[in-house]
Every structure is written in C-alpha cells, then in structure tokens.
C-alpha cells in the first residue's frame, strides 16, 4: 500500500491537473453543441428574444399530411439502420394536434443520465462551414446532399428519411413543405398584416434578401451543368429543411472517415500522455519520500495537456441533419445536448426535465412531448424558417392557414412594435 505521504503527493498532482484544466477550460465553454450562431441576415432591430411564458413548439403547424402509419413506417426503418438500442424505448412520434413530433412515454419525473437518441455517423449528412457569414455555403451544400438521396429513392442510405421528410409523397415536381407557414409561403394579402410594423416591414424585407441569396446559391451550384438535377422549387424546399432542421456546432466528426484505424489513431494522443503521466507520477512519489512540488505540476500539465490541446485545435463548426433526432420539436429552454461520440461514430442526444412538455388535456394527450433547444432564435427567424412563434397556438385542426398567419401576424406585430 502506497504512504500517507505518497498519497498526499499523488492528490496534489490530481489538484493541480484539475486546476490547469479549470484554467484552459473556461477558455472553450462557447463549443456548447446545441448553441449555435445567428446569421447576419437574421440580425434585426427588433425587441430581443423574450422567454415565453409557456413552452413552445418548432414545426409550422398544418393539417394533419402524414399518417400514423407514415411515422410507424420512419420508426421501422430507423431501427433497421441504426444499432440496437439506438433510441430509447420510452420515445416514439405521435401527433400533439395536428403537429407530429416525438413522445415520451416513461415517467416524466425523471430522465435518464444516459443518451436517448443516437444516429450512426454512416445516417448523418453534414457540411463544413467555413465562416459565419451568409455567403457561406454550407446551407446549400447540404441542400444538394439531401436532394441527391431523395432522387436514389430505395438505393439511398437515407431512403426512410426522404420519405419521411417528403411525407410519403412523389419527389416531383416538388414535396411538401416542411414548414408551411414560414414566410416565404405566405399571399400578398397575408403579408399585408406585417405592413402595420416597423418590424413587421423589416422582416418582410429580410424574407426577400434570403430568397436573392437563396438564388444566388442555387445559380452558383449551376457551373453549365444540370445542378444536381434540382429545380429552383426543389432547392427552396431542400433549403428549408436545411434551415429548420440542421443543427451547427464544432462537433469533431467526418462524415467522409468511417475507418476503425483513423478512430484509434485520433484516441491514442488524447489517451497515453494521461496514462503516461499516471505511471510516472507512481514511479516518481515511490522513489522519494519528499516529493518536488514542479516536477509534480509538470506531471498534472502532462495529464492535461491531450485535452488542452484538443480544444485548442478543434474542427471547424459544421451543420448536420440527424433522423429521428430532428423529429423532435424546439423547445428554447429545453436542457438537450447533441455531441459526437468517436468511439460509437454515433450522435448522441441526452435530454433534461426541461426537454419534457406536460400533455394538454384540449389536445387530448396522454403523453409529455419531448422537445430539443436549437438555441435561442428571433422572432424574425423563427417567422422566416420555422413559421411559428411563442405562445401564438396553430395545433387546431379547424384553423385554416389563412388564419394561422393573421394570428401569427399579429402576435409578431404585437411582440415587436
């Protein structure tokens, strides 16, 4: 057994590795995954994001387009893709009115510590971005990854995911919205309300910037060739799954690398310098009875130097859509976090109590929703991607689109004048 006095040298090792790493780590705490960076286009005058009162949902609603059977047919695919155990078996899709999205069906008093959701690396569709400006293309090139398994229909790896996303229906000429009330899809005589606003014209005039950028990207993707066989209805629809499903964050993963060695290779300088430093911090405090106080900080720096280091170098942010992950509807306040596993190559959503909406009884629900946080989004953007606001409820069925938007409208006039 090792001495009181070796014992005390290897805590005062562990103390200072501990504390180098509270040092350098504070220095990182913005690589939080499931926060993620406004684009400049989204940046408005407007009155800043104020926390809703009641917890509210992602998705535009709509009559209900898709059948249980649709979400039944998702969740079989997903499973005979995905590894054993990838989703946690208290979750499964389910309609909150007419707005489908994910169920949790355990106890909502508690949630697992563990990863509910996980989606092999070999499912995921990613994109580099380069910088944070709107002129990047990483929305685009997304756009026509998505596109391109759409048109391989049953030979995608994705197959479930495009019927999914298109609802079941023909590709061509162009699915169905995703997000039926965002602005792009609104009448003249439904803009008209917005015109009543300072912020109301504002965002009016931001819906027509994003459609000039959005054709400049799909006019650049064009180079004399046939453009990923996409019309510009297509590249708007793959554009605004892109917008309102994609998560971005520095997440550390290839989507190009699937080799077993790359992983081992990548872990072995994050793994042996510890273990390095370990044995020597053993061999050191058992040669001498009075320890120095620098060669053991040199040992704690040895620990911590992998994870350092790590951070320092970490990839550049990058945007991916995760199935069934993505299911899930936003929840601002929702205690969720995505991050990669290299060792699993899978992404891994855990969840919190605040993930967990309570059932309505006016929906008739028997279940809490479980929701996942974007990060924080404007109002601005929530109309131009999402179609949605706080507090603002479309989940009726005998409410038409026309009077979706009036309220939608309204409340955007009202919360921003």
């Given at each position: 057994m090792l001495s009181?006095?070796?014992?005390?040298?290897?805590?005062?090792?562990?103390?200072?590795?501990?504390?180098?790493?509270?040092?350098?780590?504070?220095?990182?705490?913005?690589?939080?995954?499931?926060?993620?960076?406004?684009?400049?286009?989204?940046?408005?005058?407007?009155?800043?994001?104020?926390?809703?009162?009641?917890?509210?949902l992602r998705h535009a609603t709509q009559q209900q387009q898709t059948s249980q059977d649709l979400l039944d047919t998702f969740e079989s695919w997903f499973s005979s893709v995905a590894p054993p155990s990838a989703v946690h078996g208290s979750i499964r899709h389910a309609f909150f009115g007419n707005l489908r999205g994910l169920e949790w069906t355990a106890s909502p008093?508690?949630?697992?510590?563990?990863?509910?959701?996980?989606?092999?690396?070999?499912?995921?569709?990613?994109?580099?971005?380069?910088?944070?400006?709107?002129?990047?293309?990483?929305?685009?090139?997304?756009?026509?990854?998505?596109?391109?398994?759409?048109?391989?229909?049953?030979?995608?790896?994705?197959?479930?995911?495009c019927d999914f996303l298109t609802q079941g229906r023909q590709y061509l000429p162009v699915p169905l919205s995703t997000a039926p009330n965002a602005l792009r899809h609104w009448k003249k005589e439904e803009r008209q309300a917005l015109q009543q606003s300072t912020a109301g014209k504002k965002v009016l005039e931001l819906e027509l910037a994003q459609q000039e950028l959005w054709k400049t990207k799909y006019d650049k993707g064009t180079n004399g060739n046939d453009?990923?066989?996409?019309?510009?209805?297509?590249?708007q629809w793959a554009m605004e799954v892109v917008h309102s499903r994609a998560f971005r964050g520095n997440f550390g993963s290839k989507t190009g690398d699937h080799s077993d060695q790359n992983t081992v290779l990548s872990l072995l300088p994050t793994v042996v310098p510890p273990l390095a430093a370990a044995v020597g911090g053993l061999v050191y405090v058992q040669s001498t009875p009075y320890p120095n106080d620098v060669v053991l900080a040199g040992l704690g720096a040895l620990a911590v130097a992998p994870l350092v280091i790590n951070l320092q170098s970490s990839s550049s942010p990058s945007a991916v859509l995760l199935p069934m992950i993505d299911s899930a509807n936003h929840q601002e306040d929702a205690d969720s976090k995505i991050e990669y596993d290299p060792l699993t190559k899978c992404f891994q959503m855990s969840i919190g109590p605040k993930c967990l909406i309570q059932p309505s009884a006016t929906n008739g629900d028997d279940h809490p929703q479980l929701c996942v946080s974007y990060g924080k989004r404007s109002d601005a953007e929530l109309l131009l991607n999402y179609g949605f606001l706080p507090e603002v409820s479309l989940c009726s069925d005998d409410v038409s689109l026309s009077e979706q938007r009036a309220r939608l409208a309204d409340a955007f006039n009202q919360r921003n004048y």
């Open positions: 009181y006095s070796r014992t005390y040298c290897l805590a005062r090792v562990l103390f200072l590795a501990l504390a180098l790493l509270t040092t350098f780590g504070s220095s990182f705490s913005s690589l939080d995954t499931h926060h993620h960076h406004y684009h400049q286009l989204f940046k408005t005058t407007t009155t800043p994001w104020q926390q809703p009162i009641r917890r509210t008093s508690s949630t697992p510590s563990a990863p509910v959701i996980s989606v092999p690396l070999s499912l995921v569709l990613q994109s580099d971005i380069q910088d944070s400006t709107d002129k990047d293309d990483w929305d685009s090139n997304l756009a026509r990854q998505l596109w391109s398994e759409c048109l391989l229909g049953d030979q995608s790896k994705l197959s479930g995911y453009n990923n066989n996409m019309s510009w209805e297509q590249f």
